[in-house]
């Protein structure tokens, strides 16, 4: 495996997990890193529809030099970001590794000045995101049915207090 390389983020986010986690920003030079993953995780090479946005973040998180998960997000607009993707390998979940990367998206978001903070999930393939979003105070503010995914599409919405929240 590679050895992880990036900024760190918020030193108290990956305290959420039960492993030793290191979770760090990387660019699209990682982009290979990530696309393994999400096969691994998915089972599925679509990870978004373009890398060309504004504001692009990409968190990998490791956990000693093993890569075990990833989160990527986006500008969805000038005061909403767009968590698009992002998941656990199969024999580290259930370790708080998703609410680590969460924890570190957010504080990144709020760091760079956004009002609010969104993501979608689909509760019926992914329900673990369903739970952890009701768990964390997020509202549901879309729900909807995709005849692309076969399932219910929830979005989730955490609004910013103050900036730096």
Same mark, same amino acid.
């Given at each position: ?33 990530? &696309? %393994? ?6 089972? !599925?090479?679509?990870?978004? +529809? ?5 504001? =692009? ?23 909403t970001f767009y968590s ?26 709020? &760091? %760079? ?6 993501? !979608?999930?689909?509760?019926? +393939? ?5 739970? =952890? ?33």
């Amino acid at each position: 495996m590679e050895k992880h390389r990036g900024r760190s983020i918020s030193p108290d986010a990956p305290d959420a997990a039960e492993v030793p986690l290191d979770i760090v920003e990387v660019g699209l030079e990682r982009l290979d890193t990530i &696309r %393994r993953l999400n096969l691994e995780i998915f089972d !599925d090479e679509h990870i978004i +529809k373009t890398f060309e946005r504004d504001d =692009l973040l990409i968190l990998l998180a490791c956990s000693g030099s093993t890569e075990v998960g990833f989160k990527i997000g986006y500008q969805l607009n000038a005061t909403t970001f767009y968590s698009a993707k992002g998941g656990v390998r199969p024999p580290y979940r259930r370790n708080g590794i998703a609410r680590a990367l969460l924890y570190a998206m957010l504080h990144v978001v709020a &760091r %760079r000045g956004y009002d609010r903070f969104v993501y !979608d999930t689909f509760p019926n +393939k992914h329900p673990g995101m369903t739970v =952890l979003g009701l768990d964390e105070g997020f509202e549901v503010v879309r729900a909807g049915y995709s005849t692309q995914y076969q399932d219910y599409r929830l979005r989730f919405e955490w609004t910013f207090d103050e900036p730096g929240d």
